[in-house]
């Protein structure tokens, strides 16, 4: 069997892993409003629930941002299955906003809150995760698509 779109789903898979793997290691090492220095001052692990979207807007809004989660992933999973062909950076793009929307969305539908703990201290940046890390770079991968020259196809030439 041929899977369309590899690397799409590698990394997908890959980072809900990493985010869920580090999301189980703070709960499980960290009281909830615990801090540890990684670099004192600059960046720590500190464990906190959202019930919000980034930077806790739509804070207790859990009901809708989980399915908004759940529908996000749906529409890239049907592009990743649908789409003949995605160019690479797309596929890294897309399958890391996957990772983001399907981690920050198991956290909405088995919390009802995300785990977020990765804190910049030194430019007081409010605490994310893994999942928000992939979702930021997957951006990155598709802006950087969007400068890449389609392939041509060979039947619209004829």
């Not at 220095?37 to 919000?52: A, K, M, S």
Request: aromatic residues 18%.
């Amino acid at each position: 069997m041929y899977l369309r779109n590899r690397i799409f789903w590698i990394a997908a898979i890959a980072g809900v892993l990493l985010d869920q793997l580090t999301k189980y290691w703070v709960i499980q090492t960290f009281n909830l409003g615990e801090t540890r220095p990684l670099i004192q001052g600059i960046f720590h692990f500190t464990y906190v629930q959202n019930t919000g979207a980034a930077f806790s807007l739509f804070a207790g809004k859990v009901e809708w941002l989980r399915w908004l989660s759940l529908l996000v992933s749906v529409a890239l999973m049907a592009l990743a299955l649908f789409t003949p062909f995605l160019l690479r950076w797309e596929q890294w793009g897309y399958g890391l906003i996957l990772s983001g929307a399907m981690g920050n969305g198991i956290d909405r539908f088995v919390y009802s809150y995300v785990i977020d703990f990765l804190d910049f201290k030194l430019i007081n940046f409010p605490v994310f995760n893994l999942a928000d890390v992939f979702i930021n770079i997957g951006i990155a991968c598709l802006i950087i698509a969007s400068f890449q020259k389609t392939p041509p196809n060979p039947r619209a030439m004829r």
